[in-house]
């Protein structure tokens, strides 16, 4: 049963200035294609009455990977599919995007719920209707169980997180992008302290608020990338350092970082374990998903509300999830879960390999990969340059598959 009118109009009085200020979704030349994004209906029973819509690109080849979108506080699905940039690489990649979308009748803020524990909740409200509509995908369209991924932006970034910890056996990955840790807030009344300044706890108290979400569950975690702007000031930057607690706690490695990375747009890159947890802090960068707009192979999205020009992150997590033919891999590994008493050990430092060769001699090597005319390190994703034997590069090995550039 939805919440009480009364409920949502106080909760979209505050969340309408205080999260996100509508979409100003702007329009974009799309490629001379079929394909475009259509409403789904029918899909289950949709206990949280919302909305489905789902983007098939040409030539969509059986067993797909997809990725489920989740739009921010008085954002639709229309205008984060054209913004956001995950298009391009679902035309060029060729896997499917799953898009859902809140109704007003539900919050008049079009904010997911993800502060009501019915809506958070293991075969319960709106987490159990994001779950229907992949299970639709899967049976009409052929989607790969095992290569199905969600990210979400502020409010979506929150459920993206509460949809890898209740249902971590549909979900090989996602990436919460100025969002929350799993169960922040448990109700309207503490949702907006959650938000800024923010709820301190243990890496162990976040992990088992996972880890209680699908109560017994032994098998392997999703991987987790989360992006955040450091001059955020809706949903305040500590949130991602306890995002980065959680995660890393449930995925049972430590709070340091393996690897830090810089890339483009002021962003810095700290990886976490056998990359199984990610931290993209991007440099003054305020609320709102990071886009590119341009032509580059890294290059995505329209800038516009919220929609911010620093950096592709679908590019980013699109590399991460291995949708660009595996190399990063399809899915998550088999490593196993640590309990929950269990204390993460840093990974030990050893004696760092270098190896100095042309792009093209690192790509056959296994050093690196290969997309668009350009070589990046494995791992790191840093792009080295063109992809041939006269660009060399040196890379250094900082842990299992992990290269950066220098030495």
Known sequence: MRRPPSTLTRLAAVLAGAVLAVTAAAVVAAPAQAASLTPVSGFGS??????????????????????????????????????SGWRKYADQWRFALILAEQKS?????????????????????????????????????GIAANRVYVSGLSAGGAMAATMLAT?????????????????????????????????NKTPDEWGTLVRNAHPGYAGARPKVAIWHGTADYTVATANATESRDQWTNVAGVSQTPTN???????????????????????????????????????????????????????????????LDGGSTGPGPTTTPTASPTASP???????????????????????????????????????????????????????????????
């Open 260 to 322: 830090t990375t810089n890339l483009p747009g002021g962003t810095t890159l700290e990886t976490y374990g056998n990359d199984r947890v990610r931290v993209y802090r991007v440099a003054g960068m305020g609320h709102g998903t990071p886009v590119d707009p341009g032509s580059g192979a890294d290059q995505c999205g329209t800038a516009a509300a919220y929609f911010l020009d620093t950096i592709c992150s679908a590019y980013r997590d699109a590399l991460y999830f291995g």
């Open 46 to 83: 949709n206990p949280g009455n919302l909305a489905m819509y789902a983007y098939r690109p040409d030539g969509l080849p059986a067993n797909a990977p997809a990725v489920v979108l989740l739009h921010g506080c008085a954002q639709n699905a229309t205008g984060y599919f054209t913004n």
């Open 345 to 407: 050990t840093a990974t030990p430092t050893a004696a760092p390999t270098c190896v100095t060769a042309s792009n093209y001699t690192h790509v056959a090597a296994g050093r690196a990969y290969h997309s668009g005319g350009y070589a990046y390190a494995n791992g790191s994703q840093q792009r080295m340059g063109l992809y041939n034997t006269f660009a060399s590069s040196t890379l250094k090995q900082t842990g299992p598959n992990h290269w950066v550039i220098g030495c």
């Open 105 to 141: 009748a539900n919050n008049s803020s079009s904010c997911f719920n993800w502060f009501e524990t019915g809506d958070t909740t293991r075969g319960q409200g709106e987490a159990l209707s994001v779950k229907q509509m992949v299970d639709h995908a899967k049976a009409t369209y």
């Open 167 to 199: 249902y971590p056996d549909v979900f090989a990955g996602g990436s919460v992008v100025a969002g929350v840790p799993h169960r922040c807030a448990t109700s309207m009344v503490n949702a907006f302290s959650c938000m800024n300044p923010g709820v």
